[in-house]
């Protein structure tokens, strides 16, 4: 456990790093990295939703010797919980998302990337070294630009895709629209920042090197696809999150077989956004490698189940041919405990990394992550669990409205 010196005694826990964080970001960036969508009801359940559960402890274990690891993409993750895909962390700290996988390979817990990440995915592999790293992808509606990204991914060394799949369309995030919010112009997606900022026809890069000026350029506007009749008019201009990421013509017999044709041996694919015993069994007929329990951190359909309500149907669905990975709402590593013990194979977080960032940089996701993991490996000996494998629901009890408990 941890001593009194390696205390950040300004941030003891999650809710103090939020807090920090709150007043470190910009208005912009705090509402796009915080909001959910239209009422923010399924964005506050995902937290909210763990307190249904009440942990029932056993005692006289002999929990001297603690083990908190478990194997993930063929790594020894420290604890079972990564950090997950969001987009754009250059808006919170300088260090982005090269700090986040720095933070990530120092406590050895595995990283997934966004797509819209501000750093590109050679420079996060790089950062990363051995510790495994995962693509989330957004499939989209011209192939070839999703295409090029698994190849770079494969040549990078990335362990899976994490193809999402709950944005048919994007959810309506009120704040996003009211602060009309865009990437500041000193930052860019690097993935695809040549698509971004092309250059003017005929000019070539040897130009610049001969000193030879260039005219200031314009980013070229972008336009979403939209459905014209009969006719389907896909996305134009730059790759931009808002025009491009969501994609209302995926569907299971097309794009998952073209998509592990890609992507397999090299990396496996995953479904991030799997909230249904139904679509559960499905991914498993369809051969994927494993799925995401997800609602998009609360900012796609409002009104959805949080992913720990989720969590059980699916783990039964899928009767462990399958892993089944959380994330949404884990604020404690008793969150993480709660979630194993109902069936979750690893959980992913995801805004605190982006708190950690905005308060330390890399330092501060480091804490974030010393924070949930001290937590996680109390919670372990405290309930009487020594090994991963032993956290079940025979651990957990379920509190109803009225305050009533009940068996799992």
């Given at each position: ?7 950040d ?23 796009y990295?915080n909001e ?27 929990v ?7 194997d ?17 962390q ?5 260090d982005g ?7 990530c390979?120092k406590?050895?817990v595995a990283?997934g990337?966004s797509?819209f ?14 510790n495994?790293h995962?693509?989330?992808l ?5 192939r070839?630009h ?25 959810g ?29 026809e005929?000019e070539?890069?040897?130009s610049e ?7 200031k350029?314009?980013?070229?506007q972008?336009q ?5 009749g009969?006719k ?6 730059p790759?931009?999150f808002h025009t ?11 794009d ?12 496996e ?5 799997i909230?249904?015993a139904e679509?559960?069994l499905l991914?498993v ?13 609360g900012?796609?359909l ?5 992913t ?7 783990v039964?669905?899928v009767?462990?041919?399958?892993p ?11 969150d993480?405990?709660k979630?194993?013990?109902?069936g ?12 950690g960032?905005?308060?330390k940089g890399?330092?501060g996701?480091?804490?974030m ?19 991963v ?10 509190m ?9």
């Amino acid at each position: 456990m941890a001593g009194q010196g390696e205390h950040d005694l300004n941030c003891l826990t999650i809710e103090e790093l939020e807090n920090h964080a709150h007043g470190m970001m910009d208005k912009q960036t705090r509402d796009y990295y915080n909001e959910g969508s239209d009422s923010n009801s399924t964005l506050r359940e995902n937290t909210t939703a763990y307190n249904k559960y009440r942990i029932r402890p056993r005692v006289l274990r002999d929990v001297s010797k603690v083990d908190s690891t478990m194997d993930v993409f063929g790594h020894k993750n420290n604890i079972p919980m990564g950090v997950a895909p969001t987009a754009m962390q250059a808006l919170a700290h300088s260090d982005g998302e090269l700090g986040t996988a720095r933070a990530c390979k120092k406590a050895k817990v595995a990283m997934g990337l966004s797509s819209f990440s501000t750093k590109t995915l050679e420079e996060v592999a790089e950062a990363s070294g051995d510790n495994p790293h995962v693509l989330q992808l957004y499939l989209f509606e011209e192939r070839e630009h999703s295409r090029k990204l698994i190849q770079r991914a494969k040549k990078a060394g990335f362990k899976a895709v994490f193809l999402t799949v709950d944005t048919p369309f994007l959810g309506r995030r009120n704040g996003e629209i009211r602060n009309q919010f865009k990437l500041p112009p000193h930052l860019k997606v690097g993935n695809f920042a040549e698509d971004q900022i092309p250059m003017p026809e005929g000019e070539n890069r040897s130009s610049e090197a001969q000193g030879k000026s260039r005219p200031k350029l314009e980013r070229k506007q972008s336009q979403a696809g939209y459905q014209d009749g009969d006719k389907r008019v896909l996305p134009q201009g730059p790759i931009t999150f808002h025009t491009h990421a969501a994609n209302p013509t995926l569907s299971w017999e097309r794009d998952i077989e073209w998509l592990k044709q890609e992507c397999l041996p090299e990396m496996e694919v995953w479904l991030k956004g799997i909230a249904t015993a139904e679509d559960a069994l499905l991914a498993v007929h369809h051969g994927v490698s494993g799925i995401v329990v997800s609602n998009h951190g609360g900012r796609q359909l409002n009104g959805a189940l949080a992913t720990i309500d989720a969590l059980p149907e699916v783990v039964e669905a899928v009767q462990g041919k399958i892993p089944v990975h959380v994330d949404g709402g884990i604020r404690h590593g008793t969150d993480v405990f709660k979630a194993l013990a109902l069936g979750a194979d690893f959980c992913w977080v995801g805004r605190p990394a982006l708190w950690g960032l905005a308060y330390k940089g890399q330092a501060g996701v480091e804490l974030m992550l010393k924070l949930l993991s001290d937590e996680f490996k109390l919670c372990m000996s405290l309930a009487g669990t020594v090994k991963v494998e032993d956290i079940s629901k025979e651990y957990l009890v379920k509190m109803d409205n009225s305050g009533f408990v009940s068996r799992l």
